[in-house]
């Protein structure tokens, strides 16, 4: 039997930011993660490149049943302060839009810059450990593997969300949750593509690789951001955006002209070119292949611009200004990015992590009930969960 002061368990981008701050401050860490690398979505996060913060993080850009509960974690480790730990490792980073940091070369410096400070900090790491049990007794946790058994005073569980399970995602934190008596609640994939309907399917997947900027709505949030057609759906990140909160049944409404008047814009053609055909006109604002679908499928009909009455001018407009899509589910944990749900933050201190009624247990990062939304800020959660988590595990 081994002892520790703290298990993690989960080398992500929380579990590595936890054991690093409880090792700074002398307690004995050991990390144990299933897989044969450290920090495998950071890795394949961004496009290579990691977005690993974003500079307008705050507590309006997550998702929980708890909106408060975040507030406390993001306001005492700011991504001001991670942006300064990248700048300590010398890794050159750039904004890409909308306050989205990504990394120059390679996320590969995030886990590098990881696990230098893991390092000095006397961070312990176990790959490829498949824990079978855990149980508490005596104010210890044991945590057995196959081959060992290891006790620790603080057990932290940062083991992410259901996401990508081919990269070693699995429930493991969501049971052991409920193990100990805390609530989990109910989880759904999000930041994901949507699916179309079969009906829609044969009518769009002609296009899809067609893209453009639009605003997407969905349960009163709108976002304003580019949307892709592709075979399966809808995607792009205005579609990955309100994919967090679309429920399924439910529209997702479309202004695909969001910059430009269509009314305005049809009359002001008409005046200039009136012999012209409106599918010429449209084709200035929007694809002109998804011009020509819109056409195909009767949503407006094509006629020269002289021929409109500003009523026909109308109807156009509402069409494209709120055009309503009714998706038939999403692409699920294959494709997206986060997990939405999980354990119940009731049951949590938002000031240490730790489950109020299970001392020594500690809960961050994606396996919590907090979703950010795209652009940097799951890995902004990730960071300051698990930094306030090693002030006191
Ligand atoms: P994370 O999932 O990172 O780590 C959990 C660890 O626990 C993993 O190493 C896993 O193998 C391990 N584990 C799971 N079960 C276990 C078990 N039973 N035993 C032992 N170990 C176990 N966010 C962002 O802000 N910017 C971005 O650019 C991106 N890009 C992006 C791309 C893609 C493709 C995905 C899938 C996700 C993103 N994200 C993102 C989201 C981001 O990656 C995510 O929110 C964080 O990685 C969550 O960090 P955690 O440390 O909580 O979990």
Same mark, same amino acid.
């Given at each position: 039997m081994q002892q520790w002061d703290v298990i993690v368990v989960g080398a992500g981008a929380a579990g590595l930011m936890c054991a690093i701050e409880a090792g700074k401050r002398g307690r004995r860490v050991l990390v144990l993660d299933n897989g044969k690398r450290v920090g495998r979505k950071i890795l394949m996060s961004g496009g290579g490149r990691c977005n690993f913060t974003n500079m307008y993080a705050g507590p309006e850009n997550f998702l929980s049943q708890n909106k408060h509960f975040c507030k406390s974690a993001l306001s005492r480790y700011t991504q001001w302060d991670f942006i300064a730990l990248v700048q300590k490792?010398? /890794?050159?980073?750039?904004?890409?839009?909308?306050?989205?940091?990504?990394?120059?070369?390679?996320? !590969?410096?995030?886990?590098d810059m990881l696990l230098k400070e893991a390092k000095d900090a006397n961070v312990q790491l176990a790959l490829q450990q498949n824990i079978t049990a855990v149980s508490f007794a005596d104010g210890q946790y044991?945590?057995?593997? =196959?081959?060992?058994?290891?006790?620790?005073?603080?057990?932290?569980?940062?083991?992410?969300?259901?996401?990508?399970?081919?990269?070693?995602?699995?429930?493991?934190? @969501?049971?052991?949750? %409920?193990?100990?008596?805390?609530?989990?609640? =109910?989880?759904?994939?999000?930041?994901?593509?949507?699916?179309?309907?079969?009906?829609?399917?044969?009518?769009?997947? %002609?296009?899809?690789?067609?893209?453009?900027?639009?605003?997407?709505?969905?349960?009163?949030?709108? @976002?304003?951001?580019?949307?892709?057609?592709?075979?399966?759906?809808? &995607?792009?990140?205005?579609?990955?955006?309100?994919?967090?909160?679309?429920?399924?049944?439910?529209?997702?409404?479309?202004?695909?002209?969001?910059?430009?008047?269509?009314?305005? @814009?049809?009359?002001?053609?008409?005046?200039?070119?009136?012999?012209?055909?409106?599918?010429?006109?449209?084709?200035?604002?929007? =694809? !002109?292949?998804?011009?020509?679908?819109? /056409?195909?499928?009767?949503?407006?009909?094509?006629?020269?611009?002289?021929?409109?009455?500003?009523?026909?001018?109308?109807? /156009?407009?509402?069409?494209?200004? &709120?055009?309503? @899509?009714?998706?038939?589910?999403?692409?699920?944990?294959?494709?997206?990015?986060?997990?939405?749900?999980?354990v119940d933050t009731d049951g949590l201190s938002s000031k240490t992590m730790e489950a109020k009624h299970q001392p020594g247990l500690y809960f961050i990062g994606e396996v919590v009930d907090v979703t950010g939304w795209l652009g940097g800020y799951n890995f902004q959660w990730a960071w300051a969960s698990g930094w306030v988590a090693g002030q006191y595990c």
């Amino acid at each position: 039997m081994q002892q520790w002061d703290v298990i993690v368990v989960g080398a992500g981008a929380a579990g590595l930011m936890c054991a690093i701050e409880a090792g700074k401050r002398g307690r004995r860490v050991l990390v144990l993660d299933n897989g044969k690398r450290v920090g495998r979505k950071i890795l394949m996060s961004g496009g290579g490149r990691c977005n690993f913060t974003n500079m307008y993080a705050g507590p309006e850009n997550f998702l929980s049943q708890n909106k408060h509960f975040c507030k406390s974690a993001l306001s005492r480790y700011t991504q001001w302060d991670f942006i300064a730990l990248v700048q300590k490792h010398s /890794i050159a980073y750039h904004e890409k839009s909308l306050g989205q940091l990504f990394c120059d070369d390679s996320a !590969k410096d995030i886990v590098d810059m990881l696990l230098k400070e893991a390092k000095d900090a006397n961070v312990q790491l176990a790959l490829q450990q498949n824990i079978t049990a855990v149980s508490f007794a005596d104010g210890q946790y044991t945590v057995s593997t =196959p081959e060992l058994s290891q006790q620790c005073q603080s057990l932290v569980i940062a083991s992410g969300g259901l996401s990508l399970p081919n990269l070693g995602a699995t429930a493991f934190g @969501f049971q052991l949750a %409920e193990q100990f008596g805390l609530k989990v609640l =109910p989880l759904r994939a999000a930041l994901v593509p949507l699916t179309w309907q079969p009906a829609d399917k044969a009518v769009f997947e %002609e296009i899809s690789g067609v893209s453009l900027p639009v605003t997407a709505e969905a349960n009163g949030t709108v @976002f304003p951001e580019d949307m892709l057609f592709t075979h399966r759906g809808l &995607s792009g990140p205005a579609i990955l955006q309100i994919s967090s909160y679309w429920q399924p049944g439910e529209d997702v409404t479309v202004n695909m002209s969001p910059q430009t008047d269509i009314t305005e @814009f049809l009359a002001a053609q008409q005046q200039a070119h009136p012999e012209q055909e409106l599918k010429t006109a449209l084709a200035k604002l929007l =694809p !002109k292949r998804l011009v020509e679908k819109l /056409i195909d499928i009767k949503a407006v009909n094509n006629q020269p611009l002289k021929t409109l009455h500003s009523k026909s001018m109308r109807q /156009i407009a509402d069409t494209l200004h &709120s055009y309503v @899509f009714k998706p038939n589910g999403t692409e699920g944990y294959r494709t997206a990015e986060v997990t939405i749900g999980g354990v119940d933050t009731d049951g949590l201190s938002s000031k240490t992590m730790e489950a109020k009624h299970q001392p020594g247990l500690y809960f961050i990062g994606e396996v919590v009930d907090v979703t950010g939304w795209l652009g940097g800020y799951n890995f902004q959660w990730a960071w300051a969960s698990g930094w306030v988590a090693g002030q006191y595990c």
